[in-house]
């Protein structure tokens, strides 16, 4: 792995004492196999590949992606060829949606194991504090209108599901829990329900046009370390994508000053920038330059640092919260798909009278 030797390599996780996160993870989440279900899947396979042969041995997926048997083949077909062991490497899957009640927790993780090949996971996300409501095979029921049926009461009860995920570490099939997409809202309030296993991680779209900063100091304060997905900006799937017709950091005018300046990438900058700032990140790409470029990192001066966090503060179009306030630009937001919106600060959404 290439990586500047004053940037850290990995991070210790605080709440599953003796583990530790690769600074730099592979993202496999493919948003053209959303766009055509009937596309073939072998790119995912080739991506992981060769990430696995340039360094990564962070590989993050999910059962919602589609793709984790491609995944799993590459795992197999690089283990088989003798370039690493199982035990060297560190997959997180996530708990897709439809999992979400307890019963079904432990259904979900072993789907997932099954479909990439593997005894036990490192990582299992909670995935979106949002529950639908499942069919037979466990694809999402839908409405009329094709949007998947969402159980509501569950969706607020998202406790039930993460004690349902704290089996998964004591039954073996996880190393560590932790949840995905969740406010600083609805992580406070899991943190407050009691529970046997706090998350080791909150996986959440970050990067400088949607910089986080309140979520990661109280996930700091509360030994909950941050990891980065869409770090470069994020390319969501149309039906949560509101704000694609916008330009992303990757083209941001600062990004690309200090790109030139640095002698570097506009990539290699956005993912520095949240590497130094104690953020993980698993970018993905399917081409092998990109996918070998974004391992290499390097130190910024702290004024550039500082520069790149308050980029957002100058967008034209930047989300504020019930109350006015500005929270950033995000690449992904479910509000119109699902309803309502998982992200809001004030209060919690859903809002259902009685519960």
């Given at each position: 792995?290439?990586?500047?030797?004053k940037?850290?390599?990995s991070?210790?996780l605080?709440?599953?004492?003796?583990?530790h996160?690769?600074?730099?993870g592979?993202?496999?989440?493919?948003?053209?196999?959303?766009v055509?279900?009937?596309?073939?899947k072998?790119s995912v396979?080739?991506a992981t590949?060769?990430?696995l042969?340039a360094?990564?041995r962070?590989?993050?997926?999910a059962?919602s992606?589609?793709?984790?048997?491609?995944?799993?083949?590459?795992i197999?077909?690089?283990?088989?060829?003798?370039?690493?062991?199982?035990?060297?490497?560190?997959?997180?899957?996530?708990l897709?949606?439809?999992?979400?009640?307890?019963d079904?927790v432990?259904?979900g993780?072993?789907?997932s194991?099954?479909?990439?090949?593997l005894?036990?996971?490192?990582?299992?996300l909670e995935?979106?504090?949002t529950a639908?409501?499942?069919?037979?095979?466990?694809?999402?029921?839908?409405?009329?209108?094709g949007?998947?049926?969402?159980?509501?009461p569950?969706s607020l009860?998202?406790?039930?599901?993460w004690?349902?995920m704290?089996?998964?570490?004591?039954?073996?099939?996880?190393k560590?829990i932790?949840i995905?997409n969740?406010?600083?809202l609805?992580?406070?309030?899991?943190?407050?329900s009691?529970?046997?296993l706090k998350?080791a991680?909150?996986?959440?779209?970050?990067?400088?046009?949607?910089?986080?900063?309140?979520?990661?100091?109280?996930?700091?304060?509360?030994?909950?370390?941050?990891t980065a997905?869409s770090?470069?900006?994020?390319r969501p799937?149309?039906?949560?994508?509101?704000?694609?017709?916008l330009?992303?950091?990757?083209?941001?005018?600062?990004?690309?000053?200090l790109?030139?300046?640095?002698?570097?990438?506009p990539?290699?900058?956005?993912?520095?920038?949240?590497?130094?700032?104690g953020?993980?990140?698993?970018?993905?790409s399917?081409?092998?330059?990109?996918?070998?470029?974004?391992l290499?990192?390097f130190e910024?001066?702290?004024?550039?640092?500082?520069k790149?966090?308050?980029?957002?503060r100058?967008?034209p179009?930047?989300?504020?919260?019930?109350?006015g306030?500005?929270q950033?630009?995000?690449?992904?937001d479910?509000?119109?798909?699902?309803?309502f919106?998982i992200y809001r600060?004030?209060?919690?959404?859903?809002?259902v009278?009685?519960i």
């Open positions: 792995m290439v990586l500047n030797s940037l850290p390599k991070y210790p605080r709440n599953s004492p003796g583990l996160i690769h600074s730099v592979f993202g496999t989440f493919d948003p053209a196999l959303f055509n279900p009937s596309a073939s072998d396979r080739i590949l060769e990430a042969e360094g990564y962070h590989i993050d997926t059962f992606y589609g793709s984790e048997k491609q995944v799993g083949a590459a197999q077909e690089w283990i088989s060829a003798g370039k690493g062991k199982r035990e060297d490497l560190w997959v997180t899957s996530k897709y949606n439809t999992f979400h009640n307890p079904d432990k259904v993780m072993e789907l194991l099954r479909d990439l090949g005894e036990y996971g490192g990582f299992a995935f979106i504090p639908y409501v499942p069919s037979v095979d466990y694809t999402p029921v839908k409405r009329p209108d949007r998947p049926e969402v159980d509501i569950l009860n998202y406790m039930s599901t004690r349902a704290e089996d998964l570490v004591t039954g073996g099939l996880a560590a932790g995905s969740f406010s600083l609805k992580t406070a309030r899991l943190l407050s009691n529970l046997r998350p991680v909150n996986q959440v779209e970050l990067h400088p046009y949607l910089p986080q900063h309140d979520l990661l100091a109280f996930c700091a304060l509360h030994g909950i370390h941050v997905h770090p470069l900006g994020g799937v149309p039906f949560v994508a509101p704000n694609a017709h330009p992303g950091p990757m083209t941001d005018k600062t990004i690309l000053s790109a030139a300046q640095y002698e570097k990438t990539a290699q900058v956005l993912l520095s920038w949240a590497v130094q700032r953020t993980s990140v698993v970018p993905k399917v081409t092998g330059e990109r996918i070998r470029g974004n290499v990192l910024m001066r702290e004024e550039d640092v500082k790149v966090s308050e980029i957002w100058e967008l179009e930047v989300r504020t919260d019930e109350l306030v500005a950033g630009r995000r690449a992904n479910p509000r119109l798909h699902v309803g919106d600060e004030d209060v919690e959404e859903p809002i009278e009685g």
